[in-house]
């Protein structure tokens, strides 16, 4: 079964810089469409950047120019985040689909890692 495990994450003060790495392993897929999403209680899981086949990406608008989503050949994903906002602040979850077609929809993946915990402080 598809595994994956979230790290990077920390306290960081505004405007600083983090970066999370999610170690993808097992599944037919080697490079499914992968995605980064947050959440904070009380609020649904919100979309924040996709990768897929050919290093496309899509981004939540929030995040464009600040977090930027990118692979390695080892079957890594990465999210580096700068100029990170208090509104930052949220678990990161990594997920994956068991195809290769990006969606915004949480709903829609398939695998998700346990979170890392990123807090951004004013």
């Known amino acids: 079964q598809v595994q994956l495990h979230e790290s990077g994450g920390g306290l960081v003060q505004a405007g600083g810089s983090l970066r999370l790495s999610c170690a993808y392993s097992g599944g037919t897929f080697t490079w499914p469409a992968m995605a980064w999403f947050r959440q904070v209680p009380g609020k649904e899981r919100e979309f924040v950047a996709a990768?897929?086949?050919?290093?496309?990406t899509i981004y939540a608008d929030s995040v464009k120019g600040r977090l930027t989503i990118s692979r390695d050949d080892n079957d890594t994903l990465y999210l580096q985040m700068s100029s990170l906002r208090p509104e930052d602040t949220a678990v990161y979850y990594c997920?994956?689909?068991?195809?290769?077609?990006?969606?915004?929809?949480?709903?829609?993946?398939?695998?998700w890692g346990p979170g890392t915990q990123v807090t951004v402080s004013s």
């Open positions: 997920a994956a689909k068991s195809n290769n077609i990006p969606t915004r929809d949480p709903g829609t993946y398939d695998y």
């Open positions: 990768m897929w086949v050919g290093a496309t």
